[in-house]
């Protein structure tokens, strides 16, 4: 099994991810499979665990807005949606941006936009807080099995090949959280 770490363990899981490893992690609803977004090997790694296609890129969560700030084109954004985008954060609240150039390209796949979430789930935003920035965030599950709820389930899936899991709780939402389009406003994922 992939090394554990507990919530008193984060700076030891955050070390492991800065190292390029790949990390399972509560979120609101699901486990979370993460690793540092400017780090391709790691990320390259991560789809293969997922055996998921890249061009379909990954979402990034943080614990704050000044983690994801830097991946938006705020000239292309009105302040009117981010005045919405701030009022939903922190919270299970995923939005699509128009992506700046500091959003790497294996990062969003072949979309032109990048997915962020600033997350209110507790675990979820310390491990960004201890790791110091955006990390990854996509379902812990090999693609097209169901999403893993328990670090028992994220085991049966992945086992040696992962390189950690922190244990902790999740957030108590039934399903992951929905996805909107940041300048539209139209539900990507509800």
């Known amino acids: 099994m992939a090394r554990s ?5 984060l700076d030891d899981a ?3 991810l800065r190292g390029g490893g790949v990390l399972a992690y509560p979120t609101e609803a699901v486990y979370g499979l993460g690793c540092d977004p400017h780090d391709r090997q790691a990320l390259e790694r991560l789809f293969a665990l997922k055996q998921r296609p890249s061009t379909q890129g990954v979402l990034l969560i ?3 807005f000044a983690q994801v700030e830097r991946y938006i084109d705020l000239d292309a954004v009105s302040p009117d949606v981010l ?4 009022a939903s ?4 609240n995923t939005w699509i941006f128009p992506r700046s150039a500091a959003v790497p390209a294996w990062v969003a796949g072949t979309h032109a936009g990048i997915a962020l979430r600033v997350t209110a789930h507790p675990p979820a935003a310390a491990l960004c807080k201890a790791f110091g920035g955006a990390l990854v965030s996509t379902s812990a599950n090999p693609h097209g099995s169901p999403p893993a709820r328990s670090a ?9 090949a992962l390189d950690g899991l922190l244990d902790a709780p999740l957030g108590g939402l039934e399903r992951p959280t929905a996805i909107r ?10």
Do not use: C, K, M, N
């Open 5 to 9: 770490f507990t919530l008193s363990q």
């Open 14 to 16: 955050a070390a492991l």
């Open 62 to 64: 943080a614990a704050d």
């Open 83 to 86: 005045a919405q985008v701030h």
């Open 89 to 92: 954060w922190p919270g299970p």
């Open 152 to 160: 028992a389930t994220v085991a049966t899936y992945f086992g040696e």
């Open 181 to 190: 389009d940041a300048l539209t406003g139209a539900i990507i994922r509800s």
